[in-house]
């Protein structure tokens, strides 16, 4: 039978909570009437975790690449195994969004493609709820789940598009009030307790359901992304082509948050920002683009204060500092 669902997990060294969310996934499933398939394509891992996937689930369609492509190449070499973006155009954006031509000699892929963190566990009823909500709602592009921290307790889910306001309190948490507000694109409390669906700008890449059609009229993921803001970037182009995005509270995700970037945090610190100035620099007026990087760098000034004072407290050791110091000076040169 041809599957409703296709699930996409990108590893990079986190085997056994790659294993949890497996074991998630397939239990979601055996509960559902859906058919699916499921690929990992893992990042290089040097943790086994393409062996553990051989071993522990060999219905798992793996693709073990020998370097890590990123998150967006990653998922994008998912996607195209699957079917989806076969006459994809490079690197597509908001502002040119003409359909591809179809391939009337392949068969469609499944009518729609789950992006799992490998650091989620899938609630019991979480995928057939997103499913059903995706064919009841024709004009949903794109939906994500209501995301729980490991203890059960709120996380953010669903966030508004970047805002010069939210390059603010990046650098400058002003009070936790602001930084919780919708002046930080945070949706309010009420609306996940609520129970019902949400329109929304974006989910968290971690949980991130998208409809066939989507892929075929705007494209896959932007591969000049490596890792962060490409999610936001798909969801910029599927929202710039007519399509809504909601966030579905009913169906609930585990998400054990930054498993994988966690593990290199001044680096990902780099990367973070070179991925938002690539997102600015595609989106964003030009304006926007250099009130941004002014703020940055003042941002910049006061993290390396703050980073000073801790280290004379003897909060972080003289390598931190050192290693904190050259992130920041590193994004300071981008920012010029």
Known sequence: MKPDLSIVIVSYNTRQLLKECLDSVYTSLAESTLVSEVVVVDNASRD???????KHFPQ???IANEDNRGFAAANNQA?????YGIEDRKYPSSSNLQPPISNIHSPPPPKYVMLLNPDTIVGKNALDTLVRFMDENPRAGACGARLLHSDGGFQHSAFAFPTLFQVFLDFFPINYRLTDSPLNGRYPRRLYQAGKPFPIDHPL??????????TEQVGL????????????DWCLRIKAAGWSIWCVP???IVHHVAQSTGQFRDKMFVALWRSRYQLFEKHYSRLFQWAARRIVRLGLGAQARRARAAARRGEITESEL?????AY???REMSK
């Open 48 to 54: 086994g975790s393409a062996a553990m996937v051989r």
């Open 60 to 62: 798992v369609r793996l």
């Open 79 to 83: 996607l195209r195994t699957l079917g």
């Open 205 to 214: 890449g971690a949980a991130l359901m998208v409809r066939r059609e989507v």
């Open 221 to 232: 993921f932007d591969e000049r992304f490596f890792i962060y803001c490409e999610e936001i």
């Open 250 to 252: 009913e169906a609930e």
């Open 322 to 326: 050192t290693s904190r110091l050259r």
């Open 329 to 331: 000076q590193q994004v």
